[in-house]
């Protein structure tokens, strides 16, 4: 808790002096672009300056300003970092599962000013997923900065990435929800909350002593009074689950159209800014993030000025807009259009219902935020964090309870589809937890049970022609490097040595690598993984105390395995054991999925190795020919379940059953553990 209170602090720091400098940028570029070149001040909300809802004097410029902002912001992009291209928050989150400590420095940077120039320049965009991966870019400089391991850079990445949404949101709490929510569809990364919300406190406290700290669209009076109101919530959660899948499905099926176009993909979003310039000249409510008008939507008085047709349209308008410029391959963000279209929808209803339909609320502030979670918390998969957001953003909490609602029928419309196409589905489909999934006894196994005494350790002024000597005649292939208080300075790797350069040990060692006595099994493998290391120093409180190998975490797993299995069958309570059984060429389980499999209902598959690697026991995940398996079932379920396993495809000779292992209660045909 401690570390996380400083590296959260200070990402928080740097993510809300990101936050202002990013707001300001775009707010120059909207002065020059739409201001000076066009004639057009862009309305805001109540809290960003309040300016009303007008038209561009040269309204003719628009498809020529909106094309070269894109340009500019192409040129960009392609020229110092494509990975900045699209929806920033995508990349966030691939980050963040994926290379939590490899995001280049120079990406924050070129993220702020290309994605405030395409937004400035009326570019149909949002500023929150740029600040995401501004955020996450962040984080990850400063993982790099303090060496931290694989595990402790992806949580300040996710730190970095709340820090800067709940910033530029002026919405702290939902922004480190939302860095715990939006990696997974159906999971959240725990991790990573308590650390995201010192960050996002940070932030927000940085960025309101610069910009301030009043609510986006202010203090909204929306009121929830009568139950009979949740069948219209209700009705605006289903049309806005539909209205999600129509937003997903036209942004991928532009972004697919834009990327197999042969025109040079620096000016793609310079011919898709001219059309949404084109479509600015009708309705300028497509311009920009479009916060202006969602303000408007929550006043009766502002909405009834409106015509009804253009209310109605806007939300499909802002839909082809977005898949335009963000499609294209333009920086900028869909969480803001998101809203936008949400908050369309809701007052869209609202005028069509009001003057027909019973229990409708007088204003249409309730209406508009209902929708607004709804649509975006269900395509974003993540209903808690925008509901917070949303009542962040409103100062009003009383739309909850109809949110809640909106959200989880959204949600049921929407299905499997997803904004976010880096998101996995749980933490078993992400690669800091496949262990931790796949072999779930290894989090409950300390790493320091597994761990061996140093055959050899040296010290970082030896010469390398004596320390290789030292590690031929011990017969290692690597010894770790300390210094005199036993402290861990690195690793010598007898491949990577060069005896002939003369130089002492401390020249040629490698980067530290530890592995903390207080980790566990799963965590000490992973370390192990993401560094492309066989073994490791570990240490505690900064001193030498062993080595662990991939060898000696498996052996320790095998033997907590076995270890296991006595346990339950000597239990005698549930009458449970682990079979394990090695699947061969001419099983009947060969090419057959888990799901399909005609396993007992009193079996469960927990484990599947192939190739040495974990496999995680999915229902869509095939068998293969030598896939390992470890299964536990109930009594009554052993013995259909060993017929199973002893199966052969009917092409097969009826020889001898699968092999087995007799050290984990395996023998042939395979039996259940020792205690069964």
Do not use: C
């Not at 989090?443 to 970082?460: G, H, K, N, Q």
Request: net charge negative; glycine share 12%.
């Amino acid at each position: 808790m401690r570390k996380w209170v400083v590296l959260g602090a200070l990402v928080g720091f740097v993510a809300g002096l990101a936050a202002a400098l990013f707001f300001w940028a775009i707010d120059v570029a909207a002065g020059f672009f739409m201001g000076t070149l066009v004639g057009f001040t862009p309305p805001s909300p109540l809290g960003e300056g309040g300016e009303p809802i007008s038209e561009p004097d040269r309204w003719w410029l628009l498809p020529l300003v909106v094309g070269l902002g894109a340009l500019i912001s192409g040129l960009l992009v392609y020229r110092f970092a494509p990975e900045a291209e699209g929806a920033g928050q995508d990349a966030a989150i691939d980050a963040l599962h994926h290379r939590a400590r490899s995001i280049r420095a120079r990406v924050p940077l070129v993220k702020t000013i290309a994605s405030a120039i395409t937004i400035g320049s009326g570019g149909s965009a949002g500023r929150e997923g740029p600040m995401a991966q501004i955020g996450a870019g962040l984080g990850s400089i400063l993982a790099r900065l303090f060496d931290l391991d694989a595990r402790d850079a992806r949580i300040l990445v996710a730190s970095g990435m709340g820090a800067g949404v709940g910033a530029i949101f002026r919405a702290p709490l939902g922004g480190a929800v939302l860095a715990a929510e939006i990696p997974y569809r159906d999971d959240t990364e725990a991790e990573a909350l308590v650390p995201s919300f010192v960050a996002s406190m940070v932030a927000f406290a940085v960025f309101g002593s610069i910009i301030g700290v009043s609510p986006i669209f202010g203090q909204i009076q929306a009121t929830f009074e009568d139950p009979l109101e949740l069948v219209w919530y209700a009705l605006i959660g289903v049309a806005a689950g539909l209205l999600g899948r129509l937003y997903i499905g036209s942004f991928y099926w532009f972004e697919g159209r834009f990327r197999k176009w042969s025109l040079p993909r620096w000016a793609k979003p310079a011919m898709a800014g001219l059309a949404v310039g084109a479509l600015g000249m009708l309705l300028p409510g497509v311009l920009g993030t479009g916060y202006g008008w969602i303000h408007a939507m929550l006043s009766r008085e502002s909405l009834m000025a409106l015509p009804l047709l253009t209310i109605l349209v806007l939300p499909f308008a802002k839909i082809l807009a977005t898949s335009l410029s963000i499609g294209s391959g333009g920086s900028g963000g869909v969480f803001g259009p998101g809203m936008f279209i949400g908050a369309l929808l809701g007052a869209g209803l609202w005028r069509l219902l009001e003057p027909v339909a019973p229990y409708i609320p007088v204003e249409p502030a309730g209406f508009v935020v209902v929708a607004m979670v709804a649509l975006f918390g269900s395509i974003a998969h993540a209903p808690l964090a925008v509901m917070l957001m949303v009542a962040e953003m409103t100062g009003n909490l009383a739309m909850l309870a109809p949110a809640m609602l909106g959200v989880g029928l959204a949600t049921l419309v929407v299905g499997d589809r997803t904004m976010f196409r880096s998101q996995l589905r749980t933490q078993a489909d992400s690669p800091a937890h496949r262990f931790r999934m796949a072999l779930p006894l290894m989090a409950s196994v300390p790493a320091r049970d597994a761990a061996t005494s140093p055959r050899l350790a040296l010290t970082a002024d030896r010469p390398i022609e004596d320390a290789l000597a030292q590690m031929a005649e011990a017969s290692v292939h690597g010894a770790p490097v300390v210094g005199t208080d036993g402290s861990v300075l690195g690793s010598l790797d007898l491949a990577a040595a060069d005896p002939g350069a003369g130089s002492t040990v401390g020249d040629q060692m490698l980067d530290p690598v530890t592995i903390p006595a207080s980790d566990s099994l799963d965590g000490a493998l992973g370390a192990l993984v993401d560094n492309e290391r066989d073994w490791a120093p570990m240490e505690e409180d900064g001193r030498l105390i062993g080595v662990l190998s991939t060898r000696d975490i498996m052996a320790a797993y095998r033997r907590a395995l076995a270890s296991n299995v006595r346990r339950v069958g000597s239990a005698g309570t549930s009458g449970g054991s682990i079979v394990e059984a090695d699947v061969g060429p001419d099983s009947a389980l060969v090419g057959v999925s888990i799901a399909e499999a005609p396993f007992p209902r009193e079996a469960v598959v927990v484990a599947i190795e192939r190739d040495d690697e974990a496999v995680v026991p999915r229902g869509d995940v095939v068998f293969q020919a030598g896939d390992r398996l470890s299964v536990f079932v109930m009594r009554e379920g052993k013995e259909p379940l060993l017929d199973l396993l002893a199966e052969r495809t009917e092409h097969a000779e009826q020889t001898a059953p699968l092999p087995a292992d007799d050290s984990v209660g395996r023998a042939s045909p395979p039996r259940a553990g020792s205690g069964s």
